[in-house]
Each structure stands twice: as structure tokens, then as C-alpha cells.
């Protein structure tokens, strides 16, 4: 009797912990119990579909009505997904992470594009989504945007070992460990536009994303952060992915972006609209030497003496930068809202005459003021010990000389 009042409890728990995927703490126990459960329960399921398909060599029997024999990939398709051979997607079904576990190799031999957006993920830190050594060989594709995941660790996408794209957008990831993805040694392009878990503590927690071990992410090619109120970053965030040809940081909160020699190197695509830059230099062209394309639009550019240089620079290499009509002075009021690619030269940097004279004129004024000051009180100052020193150095002067005066008389 009171067993079975505890069983009905435990499965209670395990029932409240199904329904609140996003909070954890207190509760990630008993949910870790339930997701094994689960885990359990739906491989026990995919045991029996696959059992029921029927291998293709055997006639089907005369005994059973003819019908037209789905391909293993649909009998084996998770429901509220469609799939065919190399295809499944699962979009907005709210499907939690063993989702995956649903989508064995063994069924899927062909899979090479996955597309499971709108659902709740929630924690994926867990070692191999689709199961440990379940590999997915032929997947290249993965979209996993806009699933409520809250974690990743290194071996979260280690059976996806050739994996070229992956879209991690609309999330919102903190990361356990370093390095999640560099077990993805054919990753070329990686969405994570408003993928992070926000505030980002730190720049460091960047860094860790790309924190790749030599021959890791050597095809990583293109890396997207847009939208994630980054307001830092290291200087060497990016000098383990060598590879790196095309980088957006858009939309986010940076006001200077600096780069350790020799990183890099290959960027040629560099996306910083969006930002809260006031000022650029020119020596960002030194610092990227392949870079050919720069974002810049949508930023609060101060048109002032400081920048006169780079916008002279703007001008003439012209060709390489994108959204020049959004490229606009945000400062000084005569210049607000012009385009920096438009702006005469000549405006940029006027000193005011007004004020000029004005200060002048002030200048002049505390100075004129300051030395009759000082001629007023100049007698009632105490005299210091200047003075004293003074009189006795006079004193001691006149009594050398006095000294001085019979030397004559010894000739
Ligand atoms: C992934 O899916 C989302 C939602 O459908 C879509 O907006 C996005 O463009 C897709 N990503 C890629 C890389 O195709």
C-alpha cells in the first residue's frame, strides 16, 4: 500500500518535471530520471517499428490485402515529422530532446538534412544526441534554430562527424564546456544570430566557443553572431579558426573591435553594423589584410576631428564598404545624418570662429585678472623661505667678498 503511494508520487514529480522543461535546479534530478524513462520507453517503441518493417527481398503474403508498402524512412518517422529518404523535418511540434533518439542511423541511413526547428530542447550537454556511436555519416545539414536549447557541451553533435552547416539561431545557449564544436571537422558555416544566452559573462564564454584544437574547424569558413549584445570581445576570440573568411557581428553592443596579430588573417567579410562604434580607424584594413567587404551602417559616428582620417580613407576606397547610404554622422549637429561616403571633407573638423574667439577671449580675461591679483597681494604674501634663503645668501655673498678683499694684500 504505501508502495505504491510512493510509486504514484515519484511518477507525479516525474510528470510535473515533463511539463516545466526550462527550469532547473531543484528539479534537473528527478527530470534526468524521467528523460530516462522516456529514453527507454521510446527505444522499446523504435524496436518495434523497426521489427514491423518488413524486409524488401520477402514477397508479402497472398493471405494479406495488397497495399502499397511505406519506405522504412516514413515507418520509422518520429510523430509530427515528415520524412523521406535523405529528409526529416519536425517544425514547430514542441518536441523534446529525445526527439533524437528517435532518429537512429540504423532507420536513417541516408539522412543528410535535419530540420527540427520549434520545438524545446532545452538541455543538450548530454554525451551524443542521437545516443553514443550512433552515427549519422551521411548528415550535412542540421537546423536547429529556434528550440529553447539552454546548453551544449563538447560532445553534444559528435555523431554528426560531417556535418558542413549548422543553424543554432533563436536559442538560448550557455555553454558547459570548451570547444563544443570541434568535433565538427567538415563545419563550414555556423548560425548562432541570437543564440546566446544573455547577458554574455565575460568575453571569455566567446573564446570557449572557438576554442578549437589544432585540425579542428579548419573548414569553418563562415561564423554568425549577430544579435547577441556582445559588447566585448578578446583580441585572440578567433585565432583558433584560422579559416574564418567571413565574420557578422551585427546588431550587437561592440564600440571597438581589436584582433591579435596573424588572427584573422583570411576575414574578408566583416559585418560591425548595427553596433555602438563612434570611431574607426583605418588600421583595421592592417590589422585584416584580406578584408573586402566592411559592414559599418548603423552605428553613431561621431564626424569629428578624430575621424577626418578614416573618412578621407572612406571615401577613396569607397568599394569596399556595404550600406554606405546608412553609414551616417550621428555628431556634430551639422553634419547629423549625413552619410560619412557624402559629407565634404571640408565640413568635417571646422572649428567654430565664434568659439574660438570666444575662448580667446576668456583666456585672456583670467590671465588679465590673475596678474593684478597677484601685483595686489603680492606684499601681504608671507614672505617664504625663498626669501630667508635669499637675504642669507646675500648676507653670505657680502661677507665673502669681504673675505675676497685683503687677497690682493698676501701678493
Ligand atoms: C532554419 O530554419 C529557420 C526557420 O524555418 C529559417 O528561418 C532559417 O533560414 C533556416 N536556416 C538555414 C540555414 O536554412
Redesign the pocket.
Known amino acids: 500500500m504505501r508502495l505504491s503511494l510512493v510509486v504514484v508520487l515519484f511518477l507525479g514529480v516525474a510528470a510535473a518535471a515533463r511539463d516545466d522543461e526550462d527550469s532547473y535546479g531543484d528539479e534537473l534530478l528527478d527530470k534526468k530520471e524521467a528523460m530516462k524513462e522516456r529514453k527507454e520507453e521510446r527505444m522499446a517503441k523504435i524496436g518495434t517499428r523497426l521489427s514491423r518493417v518488413r524486409p524488401s527481398d520477402r514477397p508479402p503474403r497472398a493471405s494479406e490485402p495488397t497495399r502499397v508498402l511505406k519506405p522504412q524512412e516514413e515507418a520509422n518517422c518520429p510523430i509530427g515529422c515528415t520524412c523521406s529518404k535523405n529528409k526529416i523535418s519536425c ?1 514547430n511540434k514542441d518536441l523534446d530532446a529525445s526527439l533524437f533518439l528517435q532518429i537512429q542511423p540504423i532507420a536513417f541511413p541516408n539522412l543528410d538534412t535535419l ?1 527540427l ?2 520545438n524545446r530542447f532545452a538541455d543538450m550537454s548530454g554525451p551524443g544526441l542521437f545516443g553514443n556511436k550512433n552515427m549519422h555519416e551521411s548528415l550535412t ?1 542540421a ?1 536547429l ?2 528550440n529553447r536549447i539552454s546548453e551544449i557541451a563538447q560532445d553534444t553533435f559528435i555523431n554528426m562527424p560531417h556535418l558542413e ?1 549548422l ?1 543554432l ?1 533563436n536559442n538560448r545557449i550557455s555553454v558547459s564546456s570548451d570547444n563544443p564544436f570541434g568535433g565538427l571537422h567538415k563545419l563550414q ?1 555556423l ?1 548562432l544570430a541570437n543564440a546566446l544566452k544573455k547577458p554574455i559573462t565575460g568575453a571569455d564564454r566567446l573564446s570557449t566557443l572557438f576554442d578549437a584544437r589544432d585540425r579542428q574547424l579548419t573548414h569553418l569558413e563562415s561564423i554568425d553572431l549577430s544579435s547577441n549584445k556582445i559588447a566585448d570581445l578578446t583580441r585572440d576570440t578567433f585565432c583558433r579558426v584560422p579559416g574564418v573568411a567571413e565574420l557578422l557581428l551585427a546588431k550587437n553592443q561592440l564600440s571597438s573591435f581589436d584582433v591579435a596579430k596573424n588572427c584573422l588573417s583570411g576575414l574578408k567579410r566583416l559585418d560591425l553594423s548595427g553596433n555602438s562604434f563612434t570611431t574607426f580607424s583605418s588600421s583595421l584594413f592592417d590589422l585584416l589584410p584580406s578584408l573586402t567587404s566592411l559592414d559599418i551602417s548603423e552605428n553613431p559616428i561621431e564626424c569629428e576631428c578624430g575621424m577626418k582620417e578614416f573618412i578621407e580613407f572612406a571615401q577613396k576606397e569607397d568599394s569596399k564598404f556595404l550600406n554606405q547610404d546608412r553609414t551616417k554622422c550621428a555628431s556634430p549637429q551639422a553634419l547629423f545624418g549625413q552619410s560619412i561616403f557624402r559629407v565634404k571633407l571640408e565640413s568635417v573638423c571646422v572649428p567654430k570662429s565664434s568659439n574660438v574667439f570666444s575662448n580667446l577671449f576668456l583666456l585672456a580675461l583670467i590671465c588679465t585678472v590673475g596678474f593684478f591679483v597677484y601685483r595686489f597681494y603680492r606684499h601681504r604674501i608671507p614672505s617664504p623661505a625663498v626669501f630667508q634663503f635669499g637675504y642669507s645668501s646675500l648676507n653670505e655673498r657680502e661677507s665673502r667678498r669681504e673675505e675676497a678683499v685683503p687677497e690682493p694684500a698676501f701678493l
Do not use: C
Open positions: 517544425v530540420v526547428t520549434g545539414f537546423n534554430s529556434d552547416y543553424d539561431s558555416k548560425y
